[in-house]
């Protein structure tokens, strides 16, 4: 349990990091990023037990530290004063991405897809952007996606020596253990669509905040309700940034890359999610992490879009400066639903 926390410790510095390489004038969005990925109460006992999540999520956050760095991110303004991207001699090298795959692959099935549609993203946007040859594009491909097949191919033949080819991925032989493990299209034909994908969502939407157990202890409906609330404003401060205030998120070639490289894992997740829905009934939060870190950034930026408005009204310089600070501050609430979700949900109910 304590190397799963060290891996979740990890998970956090790499939502910092992304964050901050891909904005590094707004350190802020950051801390906020890191914190609001450090204090979901669920992610919290999910990376103090013992399971490969917390590694999983790790290698996956340090291949997008790699990728958004791979399209040149941080960025600096340069002696014109004109922001441009990192040195190409000092972005990794293909390489890293392809072998941070491979490491990825042997951790757990969920990130599959989203390391792989990072990787990809960040090679193909930066051969589209800066205009390189199919040569140039072939050989990144060949470096990425050979380490990646190399070192995830350990994994897959040894899956095949021991549940039988083709099944290198452990599917069939999960599908046979899992008698009696309820349905999707058993769920809908009792329920009916309607109440189907409302269970869907309700039951997503509190698992991923803190569902604990074997989903066998929620929190109380109040508490899901107040981060709703939460969430609502959140969602009106990104409007007012992506609406009003859009020109004050001025982005170059590199950091709009690494917004695609963040989307794409985004839809990767939802992506996965759906896919293991179909056919059993897996309404488990938890299944959307690999795009918490994408998800923390959406949440920093909806801090920092009310700063924007609110600023405008403020009376002096150190008001301004004091203010900057909200979207960290606005997540004040959540080490402290984290703290009492333990003492008053997980101990009682689990402990």
Do not use: C
Request: hydrophobic share 55%; net charge positive; no cysteine.
């Amino acid at each position: 349990r304590l190397l799963s926390l060290v891996f979740g410790a990890g998970v956090v510095l790499a939502a910092y990091f992304v964050v901050a390489r891909l904005l590094p004038r707004h350190k802020i969005l950051a801390l906020a990023a890191a914190a609001f990925v450090a204090f979901i109460p669920q992610h919290v006992a999910i990376l103090a037990s013992v399971n490969n999540d917390s590694l999983a999520e790790m290698l996956l956050g340090i291949v997008l530290v790699v990728a958004v760095t791979y399209l040149g991110n941080p960025t600096a303004p340069d002696y014109n004063g004109t922001i441009v991207p990192l040195d190409e001699s000092r972005r990794p090298h293909a390489a890293a991405l392809g072998g941070l795959a491979g490491l990825a692959y042997l951790t757990k099935l969920t990130i599959y897809l989203p390391v792989t549609v990072a990787v990809a993203v960040a090679i193909l946007w930066r051969w589209r952007q800066e205009r390189r040859d199919a040569r140039w594009l072939a050989g990144q491909i060949a470096w990425a996606g050979g380490l990646a097949l190399i070192i995830g191919g350990a994994w897959w033949v040894r899956n095949g020596l021991i549940y039988g080819w083709p099944d290198v991925l452990g599917q069939a032989a999960h599908e046979s253990v899992v008698v009696g493990q309820l349905r999707t299209v058993d769920l809908i034909a009792d329920l009916g669509p309607g109440p189907y994908l409302k269970a869907l969502l309700a039951t997503t939407f509190h698992s991923f905040w803190g569902q604990f157990g074997w989903m066998g202890v929620p929190m109380p409906p109040r508490v899901y309700l107040l981060i709703g609330v939460f969430l609502v404003w959140d969602t009106v401060g990104l409007a007012l940034l992506l609406t009003r205030f859009r020109d004050r998120l001025p982005l170059i070639p590199s950091q709009r890359g690494g917004l695609w490289v963040l989307a794409g894992v985004t839809f990767a997740t939802l992506f996965d999610y759906a896919y293991y829905n179909l056919t059993f009934v897996q309404f488990q939060g938890r299944y959307l992490y690999p795009a918490l870190i994408p998800l923390a950034l959406v949440i920093a930026l909806g801090g920092w879009g009310w700063v924007l408005l609110i600023e405008r009204w403020l009376p002096d310089e150190r008001a301004v400066k004091a203010l900057a600070w909200l979207p960290l501050t606005a997540l004040g609430w959540m080490p402290l639903l984290t703290v009492a979700a333990l003492f008053r949900f997980v101990l009682p109910n689990l402990g």
